[in-house]
């Protein structure tokens, strides 16, 4: 998008698909032996009316579109070789994975969000496309998943504050308005992170020292296989730093970008992820309210992390806060209505649609005009669009608060006995002993190459001086 789309947008305070189906289903995804759902826990018998469908032309067009805007509001990078914790090119595919973690991006949000809001780019990377598009060419990791402890809680890293001279700073993994995450090692164990650095005087000047504080508490209360986790935080006259799980398997968004769109059960796989995840975070009371491809980060094993909790927030009722990503609002939030969880529920269904179709189901250059379209809810789908797929997505953008599914009486359980998620082994995906359809090539625990290159800033860290705002993030 433009600068000037990119300022368009009202915010108050917060901040916007594999081509062929296989029937390889249950053996990619570890599904269940396909076989009729009970009708006691089907949901979706008789599918919702079709609505107008988007020619394939028409849907390239606007594929085309979207990625050229998304690549205008990122910066141009030198590309270093990938050797010594230095960044190459960017993602691809291959079978030698080694174990690490990952960290956060995000192309589309406006500039006046949070400081989680990272740019990124994105290079093209056809084996990436077809290892996805094409389930007998992916690569399956040769190491297990580890063992899954979600009643923990939160890891403890370090025991005793750290500082900076703990860290050894390798290289920047991305820039944002207010700072960058760099890779850092670690010194006394030789373990890799993502740094965060974020700038005390551009949180303040911007309004954001409610939402930062907001992104480190609720981070500490996490411990959850699809979610990033946060191992430490402290702070400098100038700066604040958050220690994040380095996860090196990229963005989700990289590789729809690279493949075009998603195949059915490509896509079913991640959306079971993440419908996992908000169960987590809605029992906590946590609205997550910024879900996009940008924002799904592919560990070693191939499953997802969500990352950038910039706009998460405690709601045990409602909220009024306009924010989000303009492609994923829910239709109450531009009408400044109250609203909870279930706008979590509503960017689940803008997600499944973008994977399978490559683009979202609304799309304006103007974001007024986006929001009407939005509120308007007229879905259009491509041809090759999987029926359950669509009468889920139906379900899901669904205006209408007391018919949208996630919302309703039976919550989550509507969303996972969906004839779309037919056969989706739910305990064994919790427990991480589902084979991932994607597997990124990771050479070692520090290895970079599947992000992008960035010029270094060499500001230094640590400085100690006079600092007005030290009070005000005494939680750091």
């Not at 669009?385 to 669509?390: C, I, L, N, S, T």
């Not at 139906?394 to 599914?405: E, G, I, W, Y």
Request: proline share 8%.
């Amino acid at each position: 998008m433009s600068q000037a789309a990119l300022t368009a947008l009202p915010v108050s305070s917060d901040s916007i698909a594999g081509a062929i189906d296989t029937t390889s289903t249950v053996q990619v995804l570890g599904l269940k032996p396909s076989q009729s759902t009970p009708s006691s826990t089907t949901v979706s018998t008789t599918p919702m009316p079709d609505s107008m469908s988007v020619s394939t032309v028409q849907q390239k067009h606007l594929q085309q579109q979207l990625f050229q805007q998304r690549q205008q509001t990122m910066q141009p990078k030198a590309t270093p070789p990938s050797d010594g914790g230095k960044v190459a090119s960017g993602p691809a595919p291959g079978p030698d994975v080694h174990q690490g973690p990952i960290l956060p991006f995000d192309a589309r949000s406006v500039q006046v969000s949070h400081p989680n809001t990272l740019a990124s780019s994105h290079e093209a990377h056809p084996a990436t496309a077809q290892a996805l598009q094409n389930p007998m060419q992916r690569p399956h990791s040769t190491h297990v998943n580890p063992p899954l402890a979600t009643n923990l809680p939160p890891p403890v890293l370090f025991g005793r504050k750290l500082k900076i001279e703990d860290l050894e700073i390798r290289n920047t993994l991305g820039t944002g308005s207010f700072g960058r995450v760099h890779l850092v090692k670690y010194k006394a164990s030789g373990k890799h992170y993502a740094m965060k650095v974020l700038r005390k005087t551009e949180i303040i000047k911007l309004r954001q020292v409610e939402h930062t504080l907001n992104e480190k508490h609720i981070l500490e209360q996490l411990n959850f296989p699809f979610l990033v986790q946060i191992f430490g935080t402290f702070q400098d006259s100038n700066n604040l730093y958050l220690v994040l799980e380095y996860v090196q398997g990229g963005e989700l968004f990289s590789y729809l970008r690279k493949s075009g769109r998603f195949s059915n059960h490509v896509a079913r796989f991640y959306a079971a992820q993440v419908v996992m995840a908000f169960d987590y975070l809605h029992t906590k009371d946590i609205i997550y309210r910024d879900l996009k491809p940008e924002n799904l980060l592919i560990d070693v094993f191939g499953n997802i992390k969500i990352t950038d909790f910039g706009f998460a927030k405690f709601v045990p009722d409602v909220t009024w806060t306009l924010c989000g990503t303009p492609d994923y609002l829910a239709p109450e939030i531009i009408q400044s209505k109250g609203y909870g969880r279930a706008v979590d529920w509503w960017a689940l269904g803008v997600l499944i649609y973008e994977m399978l179709a490559g683009h979202p189901p609304f799309y304006d250059e103007d974001h007024f005009k986006l929001y009407e379209k939005i509120l308007q809810c007229k879905l259009r789908f491509p041809p090759h669009f999987d029926p359950m797929a669509k009468d889920l997505v139906k379900r899901l953008l669904s205006p209408d608060l007391s018919k949208r599914f996630g919302n309703l009486k039976d919550g989550v359980q509507d969303i996972k006995r969906h004839k779309w998620f037919a056969g989706v082994d739910w305990e064994k995906l919790k427990n991480l002993e589902i084979p991932a359809p994607y597997i990124p090539k990771v050479a070692h625990e520090g290895d970079t190459s599947n992000f992008d290159a960035y010029p270094e800033d060499h500001e230094p860290y640590g400085v100690v001086g006079n600092d007005p705002y030290r009070e005000k993030f005494k939680d750091f």
